[in-house]
């Protein structure tokens, strides 16, 4: 939110210097690399003292090794006048393992029992 200050080291988010506990989240090996939104330090899964200006919010993807969120330039802090409505069910989820064109993995790369789940 506005004013807190960031970190992503290892892949685990620090608020305000606490570590935020995600139990949800699956082990990654944090290979990610983006470039950082300006006034941020950012390299190889790790965010350094970032503090998220007025009026903007910081979002993360839950595919943390390869995701276009807060952390990288393309996509940044994001206005709070841009947030529409809050996501409470998750519509669709697929480990990864089937390329678009790939129409004959699809069945099997869908994690059917995460559809529909509640988002904490």
Not at 42 to 54: H, I, Q, R, S, Y
Request: glycine content about 10%; hydrophobic content about 40%; charged content about 25%.
């Amino acid at each position: 939110l506005p004013g807190e200050k960031l970190q992503v080291l290892d892949g685990k988010v620090y608020i305000d210097g606490n570590l935020m506990i995600e139990p949800y989240l699956e082990a990654s090996d944090n290979t990610f690399d983006f470039a950082a939104p300006e006034g941020c330090i950012g390299v190889k899964g790790v965010l350094n003292e970032c503090v998220v200006p007025d009026d903007h919010v910081f979002v993360m993807g839950d595919n943390r090794d390869n995701s276009r969120d807060s952390r990288t330039t393309a996509v940044g802090m994001v206005p709070a006048e841009n947030l529409v409505g809050r996501a409470d069910r998750l519509f669709f989820s697929h480990n990864g393992k089937a390329r678009i064109w790939e129409f004959w993995k699809w069945p099997f790369a869908i994690r059917y029992g995460r559809i529909g789940d509640s988002i904490i």
